[in-house]
Each structure stands twice: as structure tokens, then as C-alpha cells.
């Protein structure tokens, strides 16, 4: 999914917004209030920090995760 609602920190208005798919975003320009968004400590980009999705390059590393989980369930049920 590269399409998420960011919600603007400064003024509380939802904007729907086109993530990046090749790079983590740490700021961006509010389209209500012009203010500049920045990464929550914790969170590799705004998208993780203040939409209703998780950027890609954590979706990916998620699924590789649970990808890895599934193996480890499934060596110990051998």
C-alpha cells in the first residue's frame, strides 16, 4: 500500500498522501497549515509517525518478519 492518511500533529487535518516507496520521509509540509511535520523519535518516517499506514520499507520488513516466524513455527512441527 503506497497511499495513506497522514494526520497533521500541528492542526489535526487528515490528507491523503502518496508514500514514498524507496526511501523513508522525515519531514513534510502540512497542506492546511503549511507547518513542517517531523519524524516522531522512535519512527523511521513521518508516514509511521502520523498516518493510518506504516510506510512501505516497514511494511516490506514486517512481512519479512512474519515470513521468518512461519519458518521457525514450521522447523519445530518437523
Sequence with gaps: MTKAKL????C????????PTTYCQIFYKCGFCSKMIETE???CCVFCSYSDV???YSQKHDEQIRTFRMD?????KV
Design 7 to 10: 494526520t497533521c500533529p500541528k
Design 12 to 19: 489535526g487535518k487528515d490528507e491523503y498522501v502518496e508514500m
Design 41 to 43: 523519535d522512535g519512527f
Design 54 to 56: 506504516r510506510c512501505p
Design 72 to 76: 521457525i513455527i514450521n522447523v519445530g
